[in-house]
């Protein structure tokens, strides 16, 4: 199977995936896939048994790292009880799950609708906060991803959202905590969002928001935020919707994003982290009065795999790893270690114009030109999605064993919670190595 093809240097894997397999994103259009064969810890291995550290954990989501033997024991064995049951039907893994999810949520957001993935999690927030106000309008903003169907796409502000537009009526765009390049001051730019709501009137149902910004930058905004802007939302009449998806399950040193700025959404959107990312899993979870409304009203929604008892006993068992491993906290610790080492790069490199974040989710934002915060030049090709600058840097650090992500001017640092201070180490010299490369290119 993974067996190097020594006729062209792609494997047979490489090979029938390129032919038989529609990818997603630029991976259908620019970028041939590379075979990956397994994972250990905060490693993995590719067809030709080069290992990598996965300093990005793949899309910021694989938070026990490759070898949780506990999580894939139990979908073994839930797959083995019964691997699928109607949602109308109770198992017992959902329902601990939903009683777990009740006890690590901040404040009373008790009742979870579980679903597939990110997107779907959000989705159903949205359908959520619609009808439970009975108002259309959603308002989210210019610096974010929300997920890829057209309620998600078109609540998203990233240039993402281009190929849907006009997308789904009703969907209002405000602007970030973008402290590093907005004219905008972060607090200012709540004033702004007050404002808005004003003048949209009485109309939106809820105003959605990522409490750290994941792949826009990971954009961390001041301490009084979070909570003002619950107040402004609130004196709107609108609910407040996090978008816990990236920063979710102890990335950010808490178990969630809310939890750094204590705060309590009325709905939370989850996925990622939620199972590890062994299987796939979304859940929304609200507060009482919201799960009554919809006791009386019909939540018209659901999919075939909601809550499927192989991803929610994967789930369950993730959950419960946090826990024991006490992970949560170990990503506080270990995260001011990678925030340091990853300040020295900002110190080393004229390329690296900030370095920020909370525990193990941390962004390194590039620049051309450190005085202006110039960002190097996009894609073309890619809904400037990214930067060729970027992409040689992120395969540089791959020559030197280190998986990183990039997203638009800036790399996302958020490895496995399990990852160690060597492991860092090792991923930050290949950094240190590879932003030589955008060092050079700063005046090409
Ligand atoms: N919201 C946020 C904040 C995300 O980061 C993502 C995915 N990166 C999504 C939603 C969509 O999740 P998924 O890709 O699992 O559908």
Redesign the pocket.
């Known amino acids: 199977m993974g067996d190097p093809d020594p006729t062209n240097d792609r494997t047979e894997t490489e090979r029938l995936d390129e032919e038989y397999v529609f990818g997603t994103w630029a991976y259908q259009s620019e970028v041939d896939p590379t075979e990956v064969t397994g994972g250990e810890g905060v490693r993995f291995t590719d067809a030709s048994g080069n290992e990598y550290i996965d300093f990005s954990g793949q899309?910021?989501?694989t938070n026990l790292g490759h070898s949780a033997e506990a999580v894939s024991e139990a979908m073994a064995e839930q797959a083995e009880e019964g691997a699928y049951f109607a949602p109308g039907f109770a198992t017992e893994a959902r329902a601990q799950l939903g009683e777990k999810l009740a006890e690590v949520t901040p404040g009373d957001l008790t009742k979870t609708f579980f679903s597939t993935?990110?997107?779907?999690?959000?989705e159903a927030a949205i359908k959520i906060a619609r009808m439970y106000t009975g108002k259309d309008k959603i308002l989210s903003r210019y610096r974010?991803?929300?997920?890829?169907?057209y309620g998600?796409i078109s609540a998203t502000g990233d240039p993402r959202r281009l190929v849907a537009e006009p997308g789904v009526p009703g969907m209002v765009k405000a602007p970030d905590p973008y402290d590093y390049g907005s004219t905008l001051d972060p607090m200012e730019s709540l004033e702004y969002i007050d404002e808005m709501l004003m003048l949209e009137g009485d109309t939106v149902a809820a105003v959605l928001v990522?409490p750290i910004?994941?792949?826009n930058g990971v954009i961390v905004p001041p301490e009084e935020y979070l909570p003002r802007l619950k107040e402004i939302a609130h004196d709107h009449g609108a609910l407040l919707i996090c978008?816990?998806?990236?920063?979710g399950f102890g990335r950010t040193g808490e178990w969630f994003g809310s939890d750094v700025f204590g705060v309590q959404p009325d709905v939370m959107?989850m996925?990622?982290g939620l199972s590890g990312a062994y299987a796939?899993l979304?859940a929304t979870t609200v507060t009482p009065e919201i799960a009554e409304h919809f006791e009386e009203n019909m939540f018209c929604h659901g999919h075939t795999y909601a809550g499927h008892p192989v991803s929610c006993a994967a789930g369950l068992a993730a959950l419960r790893t946090y826990e024991e491993e006490g992970l949560i906290e170990r990503s506080s610790e270990v995260g001011e270690y990678l925030g340091d080492r990853l300040a020295e790069l900002e110190e080393d490199h004229p390329s690296v114009g900030d370095t920020r974040g909370v525990g193990l989710f941390r962004g390194i934002e590039l620049t051309r030109d450190p005085d202006d915060r110039v960002p190097f030049g996009t894609r073309d090709d890619r809904m400037s999605m990214g930067s060729t600058v970027l992409d040689e840097v992120s395969a540089a650090a791959m020559d030197e064993g280190t998986y990183v992500a990039n997203v638009i001017n800036t790399f996302i640092v958020a490895p496995p919670l399990t990852i160690t201070e060597g492991e860092i180490d090792e991923a930050v010299a290949a950094l240190d190595g590879a932003l030589e490369v955008a060092d050079d290119a700063m005046d090409r």
């Open positions: 899309l910021m989501c993935s990110g997107t779907e999690a959000v974010s991803y929300h997920g890829a169907t998600s990522e910004i994941g792949s978008d816990e998806v990236m920063a959107a996925s990622k796939p979304g």
